[in-house]
């Protein structure tokens, strides 16, 4: 715009060539946001089926609008979104641009989709949002614009009221996994029917049917959608609910009762778990009696010391689970929204006047006194199905994409009183922050021989001193000797750093030939020995279990996640990596004992 002000003669034609400009670069926006929205449905075409994976859709058109090829992720293990639409749109992918709903995860290696697009020639991808999760966010953008596609990333690289929209949609299709990498929770959605009189059941309980089959075969897909569906003891005992989706496709929920009495009834539908599982949460030491007999039935109880909709989701969390639906009664929902553990509210109202005091209504009592005090829900969504009206909206907007690294000046910032575990990710750095034990600059010292030798094992004042030595073990020639010492003496593990990245840039030929190929294992040896040696570090380790943990160096890129998520984390990929080996030894040996 700034070249075509410069080059015009005539404030007339420059007006004229702006607002061609643009209309032009408006008319790209409206198709890059109908094409990603695009996308998106087909994303959610597997919704419920691809969990835990996320859902990916791709379509694979011109800029000017024809559309070549389509396609999306059935299923876990199945073949990627662009792998399909780069088959569907065959030759005419060269040249052309793709839209995905989301950065594809390519991981553990497998770079299909990726490939995929780049062997087809595509000249541009348009992305909506980036991977959710810290390890694998940015990545495949990287990869393809190394290979010289332009990617473009709504809301980084354009910005229009149009594309806002477009890229919220691409948020809601994978609001369930964004919310994993966001929180400790599972995404949960509170659904229920009330009669226009907002009741849920009559006075006497009975609840069947408030809405209609219309409607019932809606809450069947929103089941297929979720992980597990979630009801108290008093629908069991009210409703005796089966709670499986029957709509003929889509995968079936586990179920779960929360039940804190075990009052429950000996004949129930939920106790049938030949078909799909049900699990009772319930407070500890409740009825045992009762929990042998659930045992018998194959429906697995856990006890929890304080059973509350928070405890039980954070469970769920960590086994897992990414999206919940709450069937439950006013009670539960009324405790579950206190504890902010509801994200969504989806409510049929049916046309239909009930009446009766003592009717039960969907939420109890949240110890609201006046209006003002009430929850605004977010995005609202008005649908009429069949005869009952559908209103849908947020009670917490879905968070945006993982904060970006802090900066070291940002981190100084930072409020003190931020709780680290509200987030799934945890961040360290320097020696002082809560997590600061996990930096290798950490006071622990350590006792390893050199990599590779067995003897001669020796005290090493912190991780930071054994890695930095390492690079000059071996090489023949008195000066890197010399400087081995010299690290492993430092008096400071700052003073190990400067005196080991001095010599490898002003002298390296002191540097051994094969760091490049053995840091890595370098680094890992000594942080196991580390975690090892001290078992209030391990155990802090594993109490990170669920979190990505990021080194959250500015400068360091390989070791550290950099300014913007821009670094490869391996010191923090290493002690995930230790941690889940830990975490393996630990249920081995509870598999064992419970077998003793
Ligand atoms: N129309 C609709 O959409 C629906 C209607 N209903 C109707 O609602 C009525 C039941 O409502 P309601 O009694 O509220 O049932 P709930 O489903 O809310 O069950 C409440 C029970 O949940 C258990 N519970 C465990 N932990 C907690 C906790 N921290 N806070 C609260 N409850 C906890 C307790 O079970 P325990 O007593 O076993 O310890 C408690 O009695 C029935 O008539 C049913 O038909 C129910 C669901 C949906
Ligand atoms: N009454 C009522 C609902 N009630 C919910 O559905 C459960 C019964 O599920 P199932 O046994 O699988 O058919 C019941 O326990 C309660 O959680 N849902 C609705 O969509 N509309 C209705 O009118």
Redesign the pocket.
């Known amino acids: 715009m700034a070249l075509s002000f410069r080059i015009c003669s005539s404030p007339l034609i420059c007006k004229a060539t702006l607002s061609n400009a643009d209309n032009n670069r408006n008319h790209h926006h409206a198709n890059d946001a109908a094409f990603i929205r695009r996308a998106a449905d087909l994303a959610e075409m597997s919704a419920g089926l691809t969990s835990p994976h996320p859902n990916f859709g791709c379509v694979i058109a011109t800029s000017s609008g024809k559309v070549f090829g389509e396609g999306y992720l059935y299923a876990q293990g199945t073949k990627p979104a662009e792998a399909l639409a780069v088959e569907a749109a065959g030759e005419f992918c060269r040249g052309s641009t793709a839209y995905l709903n989301m950065e594809p995860g390519d991981c553990h290696g497998d770079h299909t989709a990726v490939s995929a697009l780049v062997q087809a020639g595509v000249e541009r991808v348009v992305v909506g949002i980036r991977h959710p999760l810290q390890h694998l966010r940015g990545s495949a953008i990287r990869e393809l614009r190394s290979h010289g596609i332009e990617v473009n990333v709504l809301g980084e690289d354009f910005e229009s009221k149009v594309l806002e929209d477009a890229r919220k949609s691409c948020l809601l299709v994978n609001a369930p996994l964004i919310h994993r990498a966001c929180s400790r929770v599972p995404f949960s959605v509170l659904?229920?029917?009330m009669t226009l009189d907002g009741k849920?059941?009559a006075s006497s309980g009975h609840?069947?049917?408030?809405?209609s089959k219309l409607?019932?075969t809606?809450?069947?897909e929103l089941?297929g959608r979720s992980d597990a569906?979630i009801?108290g003891g008093n629908?069991?005992r009210?409703?005796?609910?089966?709670?499986?989706a029957?709509h003929g496709q889509g995968h079936t929920p586990t179920r779960i009762v929360m039940s804190q009495s075990l009052d429950l009834p000996e004949k129930a539908?939920l106790w049938d778990a030949s078909e799909v599982s049900t699990i009772v949460v319930t407070q500890r030491g409740a009825r045992k009696s009762f929990q042998k007999f659930l045992a018998s039935k194959c429906v697995e109880v856990v006890e929890f010391d304080m059973l509350n909709p928070r405890e039980v989701m954070e469970y769920f969390h960590l086994r897992g689970y990414l999206s919940i639906l709450w069937?439950?009664?006013g009670t539960l929902a009324a405790s579950a929204i206190s504890s902010s553990v509801i994200h969504k509210v989806v409510a049929?109202v049916?046309p239909k006047i009930i009446g009766g005091r003592n009717a039960p209504s969907p939420v109890g009592e949240l110890g609201m006194v006046e209006m003002t005090q009430a929850l605004n829900l977010i995005d609202v969504c008005y649908e009429q199905v069949g005869p009952d009206m559908l209103v849908s909206g947020f009670l917490q907007p879905i968070p945006d994409l993982l904060p970006v690294i802090p900066s070291e000046d940002a981190t100084f910032e930072i409020d003190p009183t931020v709780n680290p575990f509200e987030s799934s990710i945890i961040f360290f750095y320097k020696t002082w922050d809560l997590y600061g034990s996990f930096s290798n600059f950490s006071p622990h010292s350590i006792r390893m021989p050199y990599v590779g030798e067995n003897d001669d094992y020796m005290t090493w004042s912190s991780v930071e001193h054994y890695y930095q030595a390492n690079k000059f073990v071996g090489v023949e020639n008195p000066m890197a000797l010399d400087c081995v010492e010299k690290i492993r003496t430092a008096r400071s593990p700052e003073e190990a750093a400067l005196i080991g990245r001095k010599t490898q840039r002003h002298k390296p030929e002191l540097v051994r030939k094969d760091w490049e190929d053995v840091k890595i294992e370098v680094m890992y040896m000594a942080l196991k020995c580390k975690f090892s040696t001290y078992p209030h570090l391990k155990s802090m380790l594993l109490s990170t279990a669920g979190s990505v943990l990021v080194e959250a160096s500015p400068h360091d890129l390989f070791w550290g996640g950099g300014r913007e998520g821009e670094g490869l984390n391996y010191l923090g990929r290493l002690l995930m990596q230790l941690r889940s080996e830990y975490m393996g030894e630990s249920s081995v040996s509870a598999e064992n004992t419970s077998l003793a």
């Open positions: 659904k229920y029917a849920i059941a609840a069947a049917w408030i809405s409607s019932r809606r809450v069947f089941r569906v009801v629908t069991v009210q409703d005796d609910p089966r709670l499986t029957r539908n069937e439950c009664g049929f049916a």
